[in-house]
């Protein structure tokens, strides 16, 4: 076993960990921690005040909270839209520390979607990589990621092809996928009537499509996840008025996998192009099948036919009719495809041999 990495993590800007406003991040630093932890990794996490990893428990992992103000979410900008970066931010808090600190760690390994970070890599004399959660949103955060990408080969990591192919052409990206901790998922081979509906309830997860099908089948949808817009969760509750939803709040995982197991199967309705779509393997680990839209990353997911159905994107004649075949799809089949896909080691594999492909990269490049 090589001696153990000291890395240095820093997470996103717009929220506490533990919040939910970091979506995907937070279960991605949380898998990370957790796994690397346990095989004798050292791990300082850099994240905002309040922020916490609740179920990682590896006395190898430290949060270390940053004061500052939150960072503007990117999903919610203009593609053109300038940089935003408040003086008092925690974000150039967070990368001040790390400029403080980086002799101390091997990596540093960024997982905010911000201009900042991606700019500051040359400056720093310890390697800077980034892990990249969303697909392209703005033209600041495509230039930026590019840069990097052509400046210091390796150094870009992503979940999927899809979200890699969003960015600019020649981006080159390394394919880490996601994963959960599997053992927290129990399999439940005999669903109830419901389906299921979970993550940021925001513009860009298309809900009122999932409550849509769910009034047109007459098939009860369970919600679960953070109400980050309040105004667009009232604006789709008055449109559908007698919509057969009920609302579970932001649940933890032991909560949420217990009401999804026993659902009919998760509906997935991203407007966007969804980077992973971690929520597809929650259900895939309870034998849940996942219906989606054909759009990023759940498109590297589902085996049609199989553990899920693809459909038309927006089409929402397209989800009635995919509600209508759930009974084709295999229960232990979609159980089988999380274990051997999306289990922490597997994850813990993929990552530990980026951070030694960049590492073994920069021992070659440093000057003897
Ligand atoms: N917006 N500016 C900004 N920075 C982030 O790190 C960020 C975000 N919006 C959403 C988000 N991160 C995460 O919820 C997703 O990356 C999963």
Redesign the pocket.
Known sequence: MASPLNLLLL????GPLGSG?????ELTLTNLCQELGQRGQRLTVLAPMGSELPDVTSPQVTIQPVAGTL?????T?ERDCEV?LPGDGVLPAMWDYARRQQQQYDLIVN????WLPFYLTPFFDQPVAHFV??GSLTTAMDRAIATVANQFPGRIGVYTQTQAETFLPGTACEVLGSAIDLSRYRFCPEPGAALAWMG?ISPEKGLEDAIAAAETTGCPLKIMGKIENPAYWQQIQQQYPNAPIEYLGFLGTDQLQAVLGQCRALVMTPRWVE?FGNVAIEALACGVPVIAYRRGGPTEIIRPGETGWLVEPDSVSGLVEAISKIDQLDRWACRRQAEQDYSLTALGDRFEQWFQAILGRRAKTVPC
């Open positions: 997470s996103t800007p717009v406003l970091g979506g995907g991040v960072q503007p979410t990117a999903h900008q935003l997982f905010a979607y911000d959660t969303m940021r980077a």
